[in-house]
């Protein structure tokens, strides 16, 4: 357990990127959700780790060091919650996945088959973070375990699937991104008008499902 501000206490699990230290972690954040401590504000979790903010004007971190320890004890890797599984349409290659060539190249097969190969596995949503709703997924096959690009792009279009060593991700929105763009889904994964703006929760499963470009067209205009 890591003091990080006057504000802020770090708890960490572990240090590998695993499936049950990830549980250890959410399990712990639905633990101090449901516990009613005074003076907090929010938990954020990681793979690893979660960091908890409180009001340092109802508590300090001493006390809620206390609360969280307890807490922490009582840790079990069992799901907090239901998974869900998300299947998610991706448009591989072309316009939508400018890097999929190089993808291919580094794992030694074709576009088509490098494609196929990233929607063969489900992936773990370990964590949201760098942009709203911006989930990174667990963990891709070996041979496509790419790393970033050495210059990140100015601009990545909302949808697009990247990425960055053995990880894959969804930019739920458009910004500046070093990932290697692969794809590009039409799916829509954050929206305020939605009563639950997060489409992907940590904890969740992803199935990618290869499209072609008429498709994405299609089912784009549909949630336009």
């Known amino acids: 357990m890591i003091p990080l501000s006057e504000f802020a206490v770090t708890v960490e699990f572990g240090a590998t990127i695993d499936?049950?230290?990830n549980e250890l972690v959410l399990a712990f954040t639905a633990a101090?959700?449901?516990?009613g401590i005074s003076g907090l504000l929010e938990i954020v979790p990681t793979y690893r780790s979660a960091t908890v903010y409180f009001d340092?004007?109802?508590?300090?971190a001493v006390t809620i060091m206390k609360d969280l320890r307890a807490l922490t004890m009582n840790a079990t890797a069992t799901p907090s919650r239901p998974s869900l599984t998300h299947?998610?349409?991706?448009w591989?290659?072309?316009?939508?996945?400018?890097d999929l060539p190089d993808v291919a190249r580094h794992a030694r097969l074709t576009p088509e088959e490098a494609g196929e190969l990233h929607a063969s596995v489900t992936y773990r949503v370990f964590m949201l973070g760098f942009s709203p709703g911006f989930p990174y997924l667990g963990t891709v096959p070996a041979p496509l375990a790419t790393p970033r690009l050495p210059t990140p792009r100015?601009?990545?279009?909302?949808?697009?699937?990247?990425?960055?060593?053995?990880?894959t991700g969804?930019?739920?929105?458009?910004?500046?991104?070093g990932w290697r763009i692969i794809g590009r889904t039409p799916v829509v994964l954050f929206s305020l008008h939605r009563r639950k703006p997060f489409l992907l929760a940590p904890g969740d499963q992803v199935q990618f499902v290869p499209i072609e470009?008429?498709?994405?067209?299609?089912l784009s205009g549909e949630q336009a």
């Open 32 to 35: 101090v959700d449901q516990a």
């Open 56 to 60: 340092p004007l109802l508590t300090d």
């Open 92 to 98: 591989y290659g072309g316009a939508a996945g400018p």
């Open 170 to 177: 969804i930019y739920p929105q458009a910004s500046p991104g």
């Open 213 to 218: 470009e008429e498709e994405f067209q299609q």
């Open 87 to 90: 299947t998610i349409p991706v």
């Open 154 to 167: 100015k601009h990545v279009a909302a949808g697009s699937v990247g990425i960055a060593g053995s990880q």
């Open 19 to 21: 499936l049950r230290t």
